[in-house]
C-alpha cells in the first residue's frame, strides 16, 4: 500500500506528478525533495523522483533511486509502475512488463497500469498477454467502441480471425440505432472486419457483407477494389469487369486493374489484338493517360510493336518527355525491341526538319534517348553515349538532365573523378533544385570528397539546425547520404568515421523499431484500424529492406577488416608497415579532431547571441565524434554481431548476407553456423566464386579439425556439410571450378584464392591474380577486384598490376587510389 | 508508372524521395501519422515494370504525395492540406504530380467530406506554382511570410473541392447502377481540364506543421477519485521535435 501522507504533502505529491506530466522537471524534483525532507523514506515521492530523473536523462541515478523506492514500499503499485516504466525506457521489455504485472496486482483496478502493460505486449507480438489485457480492459469499458475493437485486433494479430470477427460481431449487436453515415470510426470498422472476413478466405461472405454493410462506406476506392476482387475470385467475371471499369474510370494509371479486366473479360495473354482493345478504349477515353499508350509495348510483337512504339515514341519526344527512357528500358530485356526503339529514335533524328523550332526540342530528346539507351547496361557502349549526349548538349547547352547523364556515363567508364565534376557542372545549371544537388553529393562521395560532398548537401539542410548540416541528416534520417559518407571513409580506411556513420544508421533502424509505439494506443483512437495492421505487419519484418542489408554489409565487411590478423600473411615487414600506416591514420584522426573542434567553436561564434537556448543545447554532447572509441575496439566480431544478426534473421534469402555469415562464424569459431551459413548460400547459388572459397576453407577445416573440436560436433558438422563428396580432393575439386568458370574473370579469381588457401606458393598466386588484367572478359571492374586481393595480400606485385592495368583503362578512378 | 495508394511499406523510399528532392525533410513517424491518420489520402507514383532486385525488393517511387485532413479548422470548415509532394527530376513531366494530387482530392471529398483542400508553395517555385495555378485551378490565399526556414515566403493557396463533389457523385450514382445492373450507358468525360503537362520541379510543396501529440490519451485526463499517478503519459508521448522547435 502506498504509505498515506498529510494532505499538504499529498497535495504536493499531485503537483509532482503535473509538473513531471508538463515537463517541468526541476519544479518536479523541488517539490519531490520537500516531501523527501519531512518523510525521508516515501516510497512514492522516491519513485517520482527517479522518473523525473530519468526523464532528465539521469537514468545511471534514477534506476538505483527507483530500486531503493521499492526497499521502502514494496506494497505500493506506483513504486513498481515506475520501476516498469524506467525499464522501459531502457527497452528493457521483459522486466518491464514483470514490473506492471507486479504493479497491476497490487492495484488490479488501474487503468492505468493495465494500458501500459497491455501496450508493451503488443509492441513485444505477445499476442496472448495482449488477449488477456484487452479483454480485462474490455470489461472495465464495455461502452468504448474502441476498447472491443482492441480486443479483436488482439485476437486478429494472434491469428484467431474467427474470435476477432466475433468480438465486433458483438459489439454491433449492442448499437441501438446505426451510427451516422458520416462516421468514421464506424465505417472504419466496417471495412475492417470485411477484411478479417476475406482473410479467411470465405469471399461469398465478404461480398455479401460488403453490399449490405458497406454499401454506403465513406473509403470508397477500397469497397471498389474489394468488390471486384471478391467477384473476380467468385468467378462473377461480368460483374468484376463491370467493377474493374469502375476503377479505371477513377485512375486509368494503374496497371492492375488493365490486368484484372483482361482476366474478367476472359482475353487470352496470347490475343494482343484484344488486349490491345482494351488499351486502345482507355486512351481514346483518357487523352492524357500514359500507361493506356505505353502498356501495349510490353505484350506486342514484330510490327505491330514497331508500329505502336513509333507513335509513342514520336508523341512523347514531340513533347520533349525527359523520362521517355526511363519509361522504356524494361523492355530492352527483349533484343528486338531494344533494337527497334533504337532504329526508331535514329530515325526520327534523320527525320527532322531542321529549320523548325519545335523540332529542335525533339531532336535534342531524341538525342538524349540515344545517350541513355548506349548508357544503359544492356546496351551499353560509352563511346557513342558520349557521342550523342555531346550533340543533345549541344542542342541545349543549359539542360541540367543532359549533363547528369553525361556524369553517369562518365561513372560507368569508372572516370569517378571526372563524373563527380561533370555532375557538379549539372549542378550549377539548376542551384534550386535539390535532386541534382543531391546527385552531385553522392558523387562526390563516390569520389571520396567526403567535405565538399558536405557542404554540397549543406546548400539545402536546415541552417538553424545545431551542429550543421550532418546533424540536420542525421536528425531527418537521412540514409543515403549517411550510407555513402561511411561507404567513402571506409575506402578510404578511415575506420572511425565509417564506423561512425554505420552506427547512426543503426540507430536509424532502432528508432523505426520503435516509432510504432505511441502508434498501438494512437490508432484505437484514430480508428483507421486496417492501416494499423499493415504497419504491424511491416514493422515485423522493415529490416529485409535493402537500405538496411547494405548497411549492415558495409559495417559487416568493415569488421571482419579490423579482425583480419596481419601476422597471418607471412609477408615480412608487415609490422612495422602496419605500425607506420597506424601512426599516420592516428595523426589524421587528431588534426581531424582539432578541425572540428575550430569549426564548432567558430560556428558559436557566429550565433546570435540573443537567440541563446535553442533546444541543441540540451543535446547531448557526442563525446566520440570520430568514431575513435568505436574503431580501437577489441573485439571487432563481437560488434560484427549486432550488425550480422538482424541481417540474417530478416533477410535470410540474401546470399551476401549467408556470405557475410560464415566469414563472421569462421572467426568466431561457430563452426555449426557458419556451415548452416555456407548451406544457406549454396542453396541459393550454388556456382557463386565466394560460396567456391568458403566451400573450400570449410573442407580444409574438416580435413584438419581444431584439436578442441568436440567429437560430436565435428561429427555434426561432417554430416551436414553437404559437398563432401565432390570435394574429397580439394586441389583437384578446384581446378575443376576454374575450368568450368574459365571465362569468368571473378570465379577464376575466386579459385586462385582458394589455392593460395590450400598451399600454393604466394608468388605463384599474385602471378595468377596479375595475369587477370590480360583475361578476354576482363572488365576494369574485374581489374579493381584482383587489385583489391593483391592489396590484401601485401603484394610486391601492387604496382606492376596497378600500371598494367592502368594502360588498358586509363581513367578509372579506383585503380589508382 | 503507376499510381496507387500509399502503403506502410513504401514509407522508406517515399521519405528517401523527400530528401532528394525537397527541403523539408521529416523523420520516419511523421510519415507514418500520416499513414496511420488518413491512409485513405495519400498516393504514390510506383515503377512496376522495373524487374525485381533481389528476394527483397521494395518497388523505387517515383512520386508522392503526402495528404492529411486539418485537425481543428479554424474556420470550421472539413478541409484537406497537401503536407509534401515531389517527383523525382528522372520521372517529369509525365503528369505524375498531377494525377497524384487528382486522386488525393477524391479522397479528400469522399471519405472526409473536405470542402477545399490547402497548401503552401515557395513564391520562386515556379513550376510548381504552374502546376497548381494553372493545371488544378488552386488559388492564391495570402502570402505568408518568411515561411520556410530559410526565409522565403510561401504562397498559401487553396482549392473548392465543389467539382470534385461533383465528380465523386457521378462515380456514386454509377457504382449505384453498375449494383442495380442497370446498363444504360453514361458518357463519361474526362476530368483533366486542358493538356498542360504538370512540369513539377523536384520542390514542390512542402511544410513542417506540428505533428501532435501521437501517443496522448485522453482516457488518462479523466480525473478520478484515487489518486491516479498518470506516469505513463511523459514517456508515451511522441512529441515530435518540429513542434517543439517552432514553439521556441
Not at chain 1, 268 to 274: E, K, R, S, W, Y
Not at chain 1, 495 to 517: C, P, S
Request: proline share 4%; aromatic share 8%; with cysteine.
Amino acid at each position: 500500500m502506498p504509505q498515506p501522507l498529510a494532505p499538504k504533502e499529498a497535495a504536493q505529491f499531485r503537483t509532482i506528478i503535473r509538473s513531471f506530466e508538463d515537463k517541468q522537471y526541476k519544479r518536479g524534483l523541488k517539490t519531490a525533495d520537500l516531501i523527501l525532507k519531512k518523510h525521508p523514506k516515501h516510497g512514492d515521492t522516491m519513485a517520482m523522483k527517479a522518473l523525473i530523473l530519468n526523464s532528465q536523462g539521469k537514468s545511471d541515478e534514477a534506476f538505483p533511486l527507483a530500486k531503493e523506492a521499492l526497499t521502502v514500499d514494496m506494497k505500493s503499485h506506483i513504486c513498481w509502475h515506475v520501476y516498469g516504466l524506467l525499464y522501459r525506457s531502457v527497452k528493457n521489455f521483459e522486466e518491464a512488463i514483470k514490473a506492471y504485472k507486479f504493479a497491476l496486482k497490487l492495484d488490479p483496478s488501474s487503468a492505468q497500469i493495465q494500458r501500459d502493460l497491455a501496450i508493451l505486449q503488443v509492441h513485444v507480438r505477445d499476442y496472448q498477454g495482449y488477449i488477456q489485457s484487452r479483454t480485462a480492459m474490455l470489461q472495465a469499458r464495455p461502452q468504448l467502441r474502441s476498447s472491443w475493437t482492441a480486443l479483436a485486433i488482439a485476437h486478429h494479430l494472434a491469428g484467431n480471425l474467427a474470435e476477432a470477427e466475433n468480438v465486433l460481431t458483438t459489439y454491433e449487436g449492442t448499437l441501438k440505432s446505426p451510427p451516422s453515415r458520416y462516421d468514421i470510426e464506424h465505417s472504419e470498422a466496417v471495412m475492417y472486419k470485411n477484411s478479417i472476413i476475406a482473410e479467411q478466405g470465405d469471399y461469398q461472405r465478404a461480398l455479401d457483407h460488403l453490399e449490405t454493410a458497406a454499401k454506403h462506406n465513406l473509403d470508397r476506392l477500397a469497397v471498389l477494389e474489394c468488390r471486384a476482387d471478391y467477384l473476380l475470385k467468385l468467378g462473377r467475371k461480368e460483374e468484376a469487369a463491370k467493377v474493374y471499369r469502375l476503377l479505371l474510370d477513377r485512375n486509368s494509371e494503374h496497371t492492375l486493374y488493365y490486368e484484372k479486366l483482361e482476366e474478367a473479360l476472359e482475353i487470352p495473354a496470347d490475343d494482343a489484338a484484344a488486349r490491345k482493345a482494351i488499351y486502345d478504349e482507355y486512351a481514346a477515353k483518357f487523352p492524357r493517360c500514359d500507361i493506356a499508350r505505353r502498356a501495349p509495348l510490353d505484350f506486342l510483337s514484330g510490327d505491330e510493336f514497331r508500329q505502336v512504339a513509333e507513335s509513342y515514341l514520336t508523341l512523347m519526344l514531340n513533347k520533349g518527355v525527359p523520362s521517355l527512357f526511363a519509361n522504356l528500358k524494361h523492355l530492352y530485356s527483349d533484343s528486338f525491341k531494344k533494337d527497334t526503339l533504337r532504329e526508331i529514335a535514329e530515325k526520327y533524328i534523320t527525320s527532322q526538319d531542321i529549320d523548325s523550332e519545335s523540332k529542335d526540342k525533339g531532336e535534342a530528346a531524341a538525342l538524349y534517348y540515344l545517350a541513355q539507351h548506349y548508357n544503359y547496361h544492356m546496351s551499353r557502349d560509352l563511346a557513342k553515349a558520349h557521342e550523342y549526349v555531346d550533340r543533345a548538349i549541344e542542342k541545349d547547352p543549359k539542360s541540367v538532365d543532359f549533363h547528369m547523364t553525361k556524369a553517369r556515363i562518365l561513372k560507368h567508364e569508372g572516370n569517378i573523378k571526372a563524373a563527380a565534376e561533370m555532375m557538379n557542372t549539372a549542378r550549377k545549371l539548376d542551384l534550386k533544385d535539390r535532386y541534382i544537388n543531391s546527385k552531385c553529393a553522392k558523387y562526390q562521395l563516390r569520389n571520396n570528397e567526403n567535405e565538399k560532398a558536405l557542404k554540397t548537401v549543406g546548400l539545402f539542410t536546415r541552417a538553424e539546425t545545431v551542429g550543421g548540416p550532418l546533424a540536420d541528416l542525421l536528425e531527418m534520417q537521412c540514409i543515403w547520404f549517411l550510407t555513402e559518407d561511411g561507404e567513402a571513409y571506409a575506402r578510404q580506411g578511415n575506420t572511425g568515421l565509417a564506423l561512425k556513420r554505420f552506427h547512426a544508421l543503426n540507430n536509424i533502424f532502432d528508432v523505426w523499431q520503435d516509432d510504432q509505439f505511441d502508434f498501438h494506443s494512437f490508432s484505437l483512437r484514430k480508428g483507421q484500424i486496417r492501416a494499423y495492421i499493415d504497419m504491424v505487419r511491416w514493422e515485423d519484418h522493415f529490416r529485409d529492406h535493402p537500405v538496411y542489408t547494405r548497411v549492415a554489409l558495409d559495417a559487416v565487411n568493415l569488421y571482419l577488416k579490423m579482425a583480419e590478423k596481419p601476422s597471418a600473411n607471412g609477408t615480412n615487414g608487415v609490422g612495422e608497415e602496419d605500425a607506420l600506416e597506424k601512426k599516420k591514420a592516428a595523426k589524421k584522426a587528431r588534426k581531424e579532431q582539432q578541425r572540428l573542434e575550430r569549426e564548432e567553436a567558430e560556428r558559436q561564434a557566429k550565433q546570435d547571441p540573443n537567440k541563446g537556448g535553442q533546444a541543441g543545447d540540451a543535446k547531448k554532447k557526442d563525446e566520440d565524434p570520430l568514431g575513435l572509441t568505436l574503431a580501437a575496439t577489441t573485439n571487432p566480431l563481437g560488434e560484427a554481431m549486432k550488425f550480422l544478426g538482424p541481417m540474417l534473421q530478416s533477410s535470410p534469402k540474401s546470399i551476401e548476407a549467408q556470405i557475410a555469415g560464415f566469414e563472421v562464424y569462421m572467426r568466431r569459431e561457430k563452426y555449426v553456423l557458419a556451415l548452416q551459413c555456407l548451406n544457406r548460400a549454396l542453396g541459393i547459388d550454388a556456382e557463386n566464386p565466394r560460396v567456391h572459397e568458403q566451400v573450400v576453407a570449410f573442407r580444409k577445416l574438416l580435413d584438419n579439425p581444431p584439436s578442441d573440436l568436440p567429437p560430436k560436433v565435428f561429427e555434426t558438422l561432417k554430416a551436414e556439410f553437404k559437398p563432401s563428396e565432390e570435394t574429397a580432393d580439394l586441389s583437384k575439386f578446384n581446378e575443376a571450378f576454374q575450368v568450368k568458370h574459365q571465362d569468368s574473370p571473378l570465379h577464376v579469381l575466386s579459385a586462385i584464392k582458394a589455392k593460395l588457401q590450400l598451399g600454393v606458393d604466394l608468388a605463384k598466386c599474385e602471378k595468377e591474380v596479375a595475369g587477370l588484367v590480360d583475361h578476354a572478359n576482363a572488365t576494369f571492374s574485374h581489374a579493381v577486384a584482383a587489385l583489391e586481393t593483391l592489396k590484401s595480400w601485401r603484394s610486391a606485385e601492387v604496382n606492376a598490376f596497378r600500371q598494367a592495368a592502368l594502360a588498358k583503362w586509363p581513367n578509372v578512378t579506383r585503380l589508382s587510389e | 508508372m503507376d499510381i496507387r495508394l500509399l502503403t506502410t511499406a513504401d514509407l522508406p523510399l517515399i521519405q528517401h524521395a523527400n530528401l532528394e528532392n525537397l527541403p523539408e525533410n521529416y523523420f520516419l513517424k511523421y510519415y507514418l501519422y500520416h499513414a496511420l491518420s488518413w491512409p485513405q489520402l495519400s498516393f504514390v507514383a510506383v515503377d512496376v515494370s522495373r524487374p525485381r532486385k533481389g528476394p527483397y525488393d521494395y518497388p523505387k517511387i517515383v512520386g508522392y504525395v503526402l495528404a492529411k485532413m486539418e485537425e481543428e479548422p479554424t474556420d470550421g470548415v472539413q478541409h484537406g492540406h497537401i503536407t509534401s509532394l515531389s517527383v523525382m527530376r528522372t520521372h517529369r513531366r509525365l503528369g505524375i504530380a498531377e494525377k497524384l494530387m487528382r486522386q488525393s482530392q477524391l479522397a479528400m471529398v469522399e471519405t472526409f467530406q473536405a470542402k477545399y483542400v490547402s497548401l503552401h508553395v515557395r513564391v520562386s517555385n515556379v513550376a510548381a506554382r504552374h502546376l497548381y495555378e494553372d493545371t488544378l485551378r488552386f488559388r492564391n490565399e495570402k502570402t505568408e511570410s518568411k515561411y520556410y526556414a530559410d526565409g522565403e515566403d510561401a504562397y498559401s493557396m487553396r482549392l473548392d473541392l465543389d467539382d470534385v463533389a461533383e465528380l465523386a457523385k457521378r462515380y456514386a450514382d454509377e457504382e449505384d447502377e453498375d449494383e442495380e445492373g442497370k446498363t444504360k450507358k453514361k458518357t463519361t468525360t474526362t476530368t483533366n481540364g486542358g493538356d498542360a503537362t504538370a512540369a513539377l520541379k523536384s520542390d514542390g510543396v512542402d511544410e513542417g506543421d506540428a505533428v501532435g501529440e501521437v501517443g496522448r490519451d485522453p482516457e488518462a485526463d479523466g480525473k478520478e477519485k484515487k489518486i491516479r499517478v498518470a506516469v505513463g503519459r511523459g514517456l508515451g508521448v511522441g512529441d515530435l521535435v518540429e513542434k517543439v522547435e517552432t514553439k521556441q
